[in-house]
């Protein structure tokens, strides 16, 4: 072989190697290599994680296919030493250019949490707690500072009242100051000038309709006669007529599987025991819906002073002016009980 072909040959050989190289490095950026035949999921990255940390989720998970591939482009795009927290979601497939893009960007994928049903203050905050990063103990922590909850316009005991039961969408590694912030700006939405008008004109203050419509929706479910109860109370606010709501008295002594409200629980010693003290309670008694929020601000305009469960146990109430006729439709109600065998 002369000179000239040797230098041909050195050339293709050369050549070679680069075009070899150059397909080397498209595979370790460009091939899948996550999530291979498998459906997307979903990663949750802790605060302060590092990168072997990282590398040990996704074998955990068994979301990577080849380790060193992803650890050199992660080298090469820098993200090594830049781990970001959050919850990502991983594609069918999705090659280490694709993910280290994603995950350097912090470009995570919300997550839809939704609270509703809810009581107390405690089981809100663990039913938060179960879709986010920080814990229970974290939310509950500023939702019992005095002085954190007044920014607001809030103060401990009623504070429940500016949590709009809903699905939000929010990321995982969310701060709990800045969940709470982001529900009072949904609460202002709520509370637009118009329903602030509605409230004005029922005497009642945004927080005092919150704490109405929980003992509304703990009276009935049926959202065509969520306004008739509504006025009922209203009716009795007006009169200066004790309330004697015996989801507050329920809601006093905690127990939540009573059917049956007797005299003894009416002698409970609480704030929201409605029927030893006159006006609304000091707080909600459940997170009331939007539709039970609008039924209370539109209520129905009558003469009732009480009500109590049909008979007929269809979920609605008879009404009435009188006590009276109260005590009539009470009997007829006790009877059905006793029939029953429903005595707690």
């Not at 003290?277 to 009732?304: F, R, S, V, W």
Request: with cysteine; hydrophobic share 40%.
């Amino acid at each position: 072989m002369n000179k000239g072909q040797w230098k041909i040959a050195i050339v293709a050989g050369l050549l070679l190697a680069g075009i070899s190289f150059i397909f080397y490095v498209y595979q370790l950026f460009y091939t899948a290599n996550l999530q291979l035949g498998k459906n997307d999921t979903a990663i949750f990255i802790p605060e302060k994680t590092k990168f072997p940390e990282l590398i040990e989720i996704l074998k955990k998970e068994q979301i990577i296919h080849e380790i060193v591939s992803f650890a050199f482009v992660a080298k090469i795009m820098n993200y090594q030493e830049h781990v970001k927290a959050g919850r990502y979601v991983i594609k069918k497939n999705m090659s280490n250019l694709a993910a280290v893009r994603m995950l350097r960007a912090g470009l995570q994928s919300p997550i839809e949490l939704t609270f509703n049903n809810v009581r107390l203050l405690s089981d809100f905050t663990e039913r938060v707690a179960e879709e986010v990063a920080f814990k229970k103990e974290d939310l509950e922590k500023l939702l019992k500072d005095p002085n954190f909850v007044k920014k607001y316009g809030f103060d401990t005991t009623n504070i429940m009242a500016m949590f709009l039961p809903n699905t939000y969408q929010v990321f995982w590694n969310i701060k709990p100051e800045t969940f709470v912030e982001r529900m009072h700006k949904e609460y202002k939405k709520f509370w637009n000038q118009e329903r602030l008008e509605q409230a004005k004109k029922l005497e009642l203050t945004p927080i005092e309709v919150s704490i109405l419509a929980s003992i509304v929706q703990a009276e009935t479910q049926k959202q065509d006669e969520k306004p008739k109860v509504a006025g009922v109370y209203l009716n009795r606010l007006r009169k200066k007529i004790k309330l004697d709501a015996d989801p507050t008295l329920i809601f006093a002594a905690k127990d939540f599987s009573i059917k049956r409200v007797l005299d003894v629980h009416k002698k409970i010693d609480s704030p929201y025991n409605t029927y030893k003290y006159a006006g609304l309670p000091p707080g909600t008694i459940n997170m009331p819906t939007e539709n039970t929020l609008k039924a209370t601000l539109n209520p129905e305009k009558h003469d009732y002073i009480f009500f109590c469960a049909k008979e007929d146990f269809s979920g609605y109430h008879n009404f009435a002016v009188t006590y009276g006729e109260h005590l009539r439709n009470a009997r007829l109600y006790q009877r059905t009980l006793d029939k029953k065998g429903i005595k707690k």
